[in-house]
């Protein structure tokens, strides 16, 4: 039979095999955390899974990062590109991450994707992604210095492990035993993906699985044209700029948005890309607007392709916001962040009441990089730090959480402390950061370190110069900042060093808030006041 | 003569059930709960109940209970006020959990509020390292003035948790004598004590629950001990934990935290022996009560059982049933939204004054009400003739429904069904299709007082073809109750790397436990014969941080007991994750033992077919509306206690009992089996 053959769906069996989906994603997306060994999958689950059509559209992205959307729409389109799927077999796995060559939006995101076959049929691509935390200390001028680029090749071949592929790959990271043991917790989540959707093939056939699967995607679309519609027709601009360590001079970023009927139109200006880790390629830049629209437009729409249809993204090739080899990329989720406040920013003048202030508008990071005492082992460890979320028309803004692209866990300090030499002094909330308003913006967040040994340190932040904006009057929230203990060398483009018993404090901005200030409920005043979130007036 | 007594206490009605050890047989009693204080009517039922089948309290010689208690009062926010005090710098903790946001897309959802207010949450300075040595030692005079700052505040609990408490938990037990030489009337937790375990968030999350449910269960059940002596029982109370076991009510009162589920998992336990009993294995458990609703799906006759979970948005560890509950019953209140549509809930109309034709003074009519209008419930009274039903008032009120919709008081009444029917659907396809379960693969059991009223308009929706109806669905939770083992669960965590030379460790540790479990036994009064242990260990790759559970096997612990734990983690491996990682270290984390107490259990006897013909059972006959026949249509009113085994009818019929009514739509077939659960089916 041929794949394309399509069958009409009733509507249960539609709904029944999409939830499949979204519960198959996120097994897979458990089976990859509980099998994984690195602090960065098994705690801050700073991975995701998905499973896309044999064209290469979404079928499902499971609810963990929006970014890595990014690194799933690239993938397949570049597999193909490379690959004949008539040479494709059973049990063949392609590795991917270079962001020109291998769909990927940033080195360390190392995507494993698997086609399923049913019944010697391809169907359907199970693909997960990663982010090893590795490839640190090397600098971020251009591509070549971030780590190892690869394109996407096979790392199994009829289920046979590549093992000379596997080889290189291994010598070029800084902890090949965590590489290794994450390589294989992302074998495992594909593996449940693969078996999975067999099964649903087996119960509902073949076709009715990839009709649903197509159904579902017409039903996104559905639902973002109806979105966009309840937005009112016009042209919206918004400017912001974006800081950053490696930068001395903010960069301005803009955005036109039209909107007419059932579709929206997005232009985005920027600066010529950079010779600094903060350059977007597209396909970030797509994931960006689609989870920003979605947000406005319908949340509940699902993570499907069809959602992009009515959306058409511009941005000058070679610009930071899309830029072409050999731009570094390794910090792109920053500006990423920046785009998010440009949208709501400028959906603000059409539908105040839908968007929220500037958030944190950053994914504060801290890469800790050493040897460690004793055994003399390479170590990295990857931390991102929340922040403030803005203020919303009705209610304050969520205090000390990861906002808009990212949503990782934090690592404990008890899993932390006994795997590197690190002690965390503090972690909290920090007094007076959110913007005041009618509605308060959100906190930022405070995380101490102390240096047990010595270790090589970068750090990357933004609205060091700026500070996440209000909405209808309300105030900024308070802006990002380093404090060092006495004594730590000079930090440059965010690389530095801190030796035993030396201190970092990461400050992340906290949030915009909304309405004028004077208009807040005194009861709520009086509360934040009493516990210690706002200075008494 | 010895009496077992199970009781359910719930939103609207407290449930008895009762079961003569001699005979095997099971009476049933129902009285009107006494939400500000449910151990009045649990006294007051079981009172009533033994009276009525003539046993002395002194007769009864075991006593189960399910409460909803602790889960109320973690839902409506009406746990005490209470204090914490953490380590110095991360008193926010509680409140920041993971940093991750609640809805990845929905930008106007909320974290559920810390059960902590930060005002109230205190760091003190002490540091402990991660092999639990001291950095910093405790400050006692910092933990004294927080503990009378709090106590000037006018807190009831305090929770204890600083960092590696579960390591060393010298700091927490020295901060824990200080709180209470200054306060001692405060309850008060310390981490290491309810969940032992690494994560400081989420163990510092269940002392704060454990806190401040704590005076709450305490009292309550002080309390209900208090009464239930005076009416002259003596057995021992036990209270059903979150897992479907059930400990003594001393437990309970010290660590009300593993008891959020208690009343609903009674009910999964309840379905479980249905289960076995009718031969069905894939079932939805469907138990509708008067004010909220609980969902649970149970695959080859079992529950997921999840050892950590987010129960009204606070991480809880304690093991517990996967459960899944809505705010919508029988009382949910009908109204018209500010965008002119039909809502039904979460408001309810509670026990007291209850829906309109309780005729207790409401005016805003319920699901009750609508099911009394359409006549599917009984028009003139309920309770077997006990609760005198008001119709009059009943159609009152939902015609001035009906008037603001432009809609008759027929339409609206069915409507306010319909949404109803709508809710529950949902709550179904959380457990069902959103785990890639399909519900028509199940069949759906209906408990609870409103359950078989809804049940078949429920799986209509769903497309489910199966329904069954127990014996007794009134009272599904309380039987459950008697049908549930003894159970506690003990636990050492300590890191070790599996090999030859942890034999005398693990020996050492398994009998501690072991010891622990004796005592439990002893204090639980649990025959030597009934007692099972089951030893596991939890295992994992040295570097991850997740672990599988493997069996312990039996006897001694020996060079053989680490090699077949070692195979049996390689198997469960493979079968998980589809590798093994060849010449890695296996790391040993936690050694756990889980104490059953077998307790004689209700025994159910299969009775003789009677042949298909049920028109001995219909008692009457009254107009009902079934829209989808036109309107009222004259049906058959069957009484449940007069089927029979091999009895089959048509719908639409009615089949009523003491505690419950059962609809069965025009075209559905229901039929008597040898239990006597009442199996439905679709055409």
Redesign the interface.
């Known amino acids: 039979m041929t794949i394309n053959a399509t069958v009409t769906v009733d509507p249960?069996t539609v709904?029944?095999i999409g939830?499949?989906f979204?519960?198959?994603t996120e097994?897979m997306g458990e089976?990859l955390?509980?099998?994984?060994?690195s602090?960065n999958i098994?705690?801050r689950r700073d991975c995701s899974t998905a499973l896309f059509d044999i064209e290469g559209n979404t079928l499902c992205q499971a609810?963990h990062i929006?970014m890595h959307l990014g690194s799933f729409i690239g993938i397949i389109p570049h597999i193909l590109k490379r690959h004949p799927v008539a040479e494709m077999k059973p049990g063949d796995v392609f590795i991917g991450n270079d962001a020109y060559e291998g769909g990927g939006t940033h080195l360390p995101d190392i995507v494993l994707a698997e086609p399923i076959f049913h019944d010697g049929v391809m169907v359907s691509w199970a693909v997960n992604t990663a982010h090893h935390a590795d490839f640190a200390d090397r600098g971020h001028a251009h591509i070549y210095q971030e780590g190892l680029r690869i394109p996407p090749i096979r790392l199994y071949d009829g289920g046979v492990l590549m093992k000379d592929v596997q080889e290189v790959i291994l010598l070029n990271c800084q902890v090949p035993?965590?590489r290794l043991?994450d390589l294989?917790?992302q074998?495992?989540a594909n593996?449940l993906g693969v078996e999975?959707v067999r099964a649903l093939c087996d119960?509902y056939g073949r076709a009715t699985v990839l009709s649903a699967g197509r159904a579902l995607q017409d039903y996104a679309e559905r639902k973002m044209r109806a979105g966009i519609a309840s937005i009112p027709d016009g042209i919206y601009r918004f400017t912001d700029y974006f800081d950053n360590p490696e930068i001395d001079e903010p960069l301005e970023f803009s955005v036109e948005i039209t909107v007419a009927g059932e579709e929206m139109k997005l232009a985005f200006e920027s600066p010529p890309q950079a010779r600094a880790g903060f350059n977007m390629v597209y396909t970030a830049l797509l994931s960006t607007v689609y989870?920003a629209v979605?947000?406005v437009a319908d949340?509940?729409i699902p993570p499907n392709a069809g959602l992009a249809r009515p959306l058409t993204v511009t941005a000058r090739e070679g610009t930071v916001l899309n830029c072409k080899h050999p731009a570094a990329v390794n910090g792109r989720i920053a500006p990423c962040q920046r785009v998010v406040d440009l949208i709501h920013g400028a959906l603000a003048q059409a539908v105040p009441e839908r968007?929220?202030a500037a958030c944190s508008g950053v994914v504060a990071t801290a890469t800790f990089a050493g040897e460690m005492p004793g055994s003399g082992q390479l170590w990295v460890y990857l931390e991102t730090?929340?922040g403030g979320?803005?203020a919303?028309a009705t209610?304050d803004g969520?205090?000390?959480?990861?906002?808009h692209m990212t949503?990782?866990?934090?690592l404990?300090?008890?899993?932390l402390?006994?795997e590197y030499p690190l002690t965390l002094?503090?972690?909290?909330?920090i007094d007076n950061s959110g913007g005041r308003g009618r509605q308060r913006g959100g906190m930022g967040?405070r995380r101490?370190y102390r240096a047990e040994a010595h270790c090589r340190l970068n750090l990357d932040n933004s609205r060091l110069k700026s500070r996440p904006w209000g909405i209808a009057g309300g105030e900024s929230g308070q802006g990002a900042a380093f404090v060092f203990s006495e004594g730590v060398g000079p930090f440059v483009n965010g690389d530095g060093a801190l030796e035993p018993g030396q201190i970092v404090e990461i400050i992340t901005p906290g949030a915009g808030g909304y309405g004028p200030f004077a208009e807040r409920d005194p009861e709520a005043l009086a509360r934040d006041i009493?516990?210690?979130?706002m200075a008494a007036v | 003569m010895a009496w077992r007594i199970g009781i359910d206490s719930g939103g609207t009605f407290t449930d008895v059930c009762l079961f003569d050890d001699t005979t095997g047989d099971v009476s049933v009693w129902k009285v009107p709960s006494t939400p500000d204080d449910p151990s009045r009517a649990i006294a007051k039922g079981t009172q009533e109940g033994t009276q009525r089948v003539g046993a002395e309290p002194s007769e009864v010689a075991y006593f189960g209970h399910g409460t909803t208690v602790g889960t109320n009062a973690l839902i409506q926010h009406r746990g005490v006020k209470t204090g914490l005090i953490t380590t110095e710098?991360?008193?926010?903790?509680i409140?920041?959990g993971?940093?991750?946001?609640p809805?990845?897309?929905?930008?106007?959802v909320?974290?559920a509020p810390p059960l902590v207010?930060?005002?109230l949450r205190f760091g003190v300075s002490e540091r402990l390292?991660?092999d639990g040595s001291v950095e910093i030692a405790l400050d006692e005079d910092g933990v004294r003035s927080a503990a009378r700052a709090l106590k000037a505040a006018g807190v009831k609990a305090v929770a204890i948790g600083f960092?590696?408490g579960f390591v060393n938990p010298a700091h927490e037990q020295a901060a824990k004598r200080i709180v209470l030489e200054e306060f001692p009337e405060a309850f008060v937790c310390a981490s290491h004590e309810v969940a032992p375990e690494?994560?400081?968030?989420e163990r510092i999350s269940t002392a704060a629950v454990n806190s401040y449910l704590g005076p709450v269960m305490h009292n309550y059940i002080r309390r209900l001990a208090d009464r239930l002596k005076e009416l002259g029982l003596t057995t021992t109370p036990h209270l059903t934990q979150s897992n479907g076991g059930v400990i003594g009510f001393d437990m309970a009162a010290r660590l009300p935290v593993r008891t959020v589920l208690s009343g609903p998992s009674t009910g999964v336990v309840a379905a479980q022996a249905i289960g076995a009993m009718t031969g069905i294995a894939n079932l939805i458990t469907f138990d509708m009560g008067g004010t909220s609703s609980d969902v649970a799906l149970l695959r080859n006759g079992e529950a997921k059982l999840a050892s950590e979970a987010t129960v009204h948005g606070y991480p809880i560890k304690a093991p517990m049933l996967d459960i899944h509950t809505v705010g919508a019953g029988g009382g949910s209140l009908a109204a018209i939204d500010s965008g002119g549509l039909l809502k039904v809930g979460p408001r309810s109309a509670g026990a007291d004054p209850g829906p309109v034709c309780y005729g207790r003074g409401s005016t805003e009519p319920a699901v009750t009400d609508a099911n009394v209008v359409l006549q599917t419930l009984n028009p003139t009274h309920l309770l077997g003739g006990r609760m005198p039903i008001r119709q009059d008032l009943s159609k009152e009120a939902i015609g001035r429904l009906a008037g603001t919709i432009g809609l008759d008081v027929m339409a609206t009444a069915q409507g306010i069904i319909s949404v109803v029917t709508a809710n529950m659907a949902k709550a179904i396809?959380v457990i069902s299709?959103?785990?890639?379960h399909?519900p028509r693969d199940y069949a759906l059991v209906a408990f609870g007082g409103a359950g078989p009223l809804h049940a078949a308009r429920l799986a209509k929706e769903l497309?489910m073809k199966r329904i069954v109806v127990p014996r007794n669905p009134g009272i599904g939770c309380a039987l459950g109750l008697l049908l549930t083992d003894l159970r506690a669960n003990f636990a050492t965590t300590r890191l070790a790397t599996l090999g030859e030379g942890l034999v005398g460790d693990m020996a050492e540790i398994f009998s501690g436990l072991e010891e622990q479990a004796e005592h439990w036994f002893a204090e639980e009064k649990v025959a030597p014969a009934d007692r099972k242990l089951r030893r596991t260990a939890d295992l994992r790759?040295h570097?991850?941080?997740?672990e599988l559970s493997i069996d312990v096997p039996e006897g001694q612990i020996t060079s053989a007991t680490i090699a077949a734990l070692g195979q049996g983690f390689a198997e469960a491996?493979k079968r998980?994750?589809?590798?093994v990682?060849e010449g890695e270290a296996v790391q040993l984390v936690t050694y756990r033992a889980e104490a059953i107490g077998f307790v004689p259990k209700a025994q159910f006897r299969p009775q003789p077919d009677a042949g298909p013909d049920a028109s001995g059972a219909i008692t009457g006959r009254r107009e009902v509306w079934f829209p989808e026949a036109g309107g009222f249509v004259d049906t058959p009113i069957y009484d449940r206690e007069k089927l029979k085994c091999g009895n089959r009818f048509s719908g639409p019929a009615i089949v009523e009992q003491m505690d419950a009514t059962t609809v069965v739509l025009p075209g559905m077939v229901a039929t008597v089996e040898p239990y006597l659960n009442l199996i439905l089916e679709m055409p």
Not at chain 1, 407 to 410: G, L
Not at chain 2, 89 to 93: I, K, P, T
């Open positions: 249960i709904e029944v939830s499949s979204a519960s198959i097994e089976a955390v509980r099998a994984s060994y602090t098994k705690e609810e929006p035993r965590e043991s294989r917790a074998m495992a593996r999975r119960k989870y979605k947000t949340p509940t968007v929220i730090i929340g979320s803005g919303r209610k969520l205090d000390g959480v990861h906002v949503n990782t866990s934090n404990p300090v008890e899993a402390e006994v002094l503090r972690y909290e909330l967040l101490v009493a516990e210690g979130r | 710098g991360f008193r926010d903790l409140e920041i993971r940093q991750k946001r809805d990845l897309y929905d930008l106007q909320d974290k207010t930060r005002d390292r991660h960092l590696y690494f994560r400081e968030y396809r299709v959103q785990r890639g399909d497309e790759y570097g991850q941080n997740y491996h998980l994750y589809g590798f990682a």
